[in-house]
Nanobody
Framework: QVQVVESGGGLVQAGGSLRLSCAASGRIGRMNAMTWYRQGPGKQRELVATITGVGRTNYANSVKGRFTISRDNAKNTVYLQMNSLKPEDTAVYYC???????????????WGQGTQVTVSS
């Protein structure tokens, strides 16, 4: 019904930057929100940043001031600009799309496959 695909991960040295992209496609009546999560090895998944369909943003305290989430509503795409990366940012980053389906008249969430971000010391 809805496909979510992340891209842009890779290996970067501490202090460097990466820009992640997440594109949603399919039966999207309205995008309620798009959210970046991450999960480090042996750790719980945590929320990184979220942006609503009206542009309201929230960030985890650990990334506030370093990461910026933005979106292109026309393309149903969200971006995560990550600056001043630290080794503790190493994780698989997942994109979640909260979508209202005007056919079924209900909201559903969809996950991407994840993209690996590795920050070396």
């Amino acid at each position: 019904q809805v496909q979510v695909v992340e891209s842009g991960g890779g290996l970067v040295q501490a202090g460097g930057s990466l820009r992640l992209s997440c594109a949603a496609s399919g039966r999207i009546g309205r995008m309620n929100a798009m959210t970046w999560y991450r999960q480090g090895p042996g750790k719980q998944r945590e929320l990184v940043a979220t942006i609503t369909g009206v542009g309201r943003t929230n960030y985890a305290n650990s990334v506030k001031g370093r990461f910026t989430i933005s979106r292109d509503n026309a393309k149903n795409t969200v971006y995560l600009q990550m600056n001043s990366l630290k080794p503790e940012d190493t994780a698989v980053y997942y994109c979640n799309a909260d979508v209202y389906d005007s056919v079924d008249m209900r909201s559903n969430t969809y996950w991407g496959q994840g993209t690996q971000v590795t920050v070396s010391s």
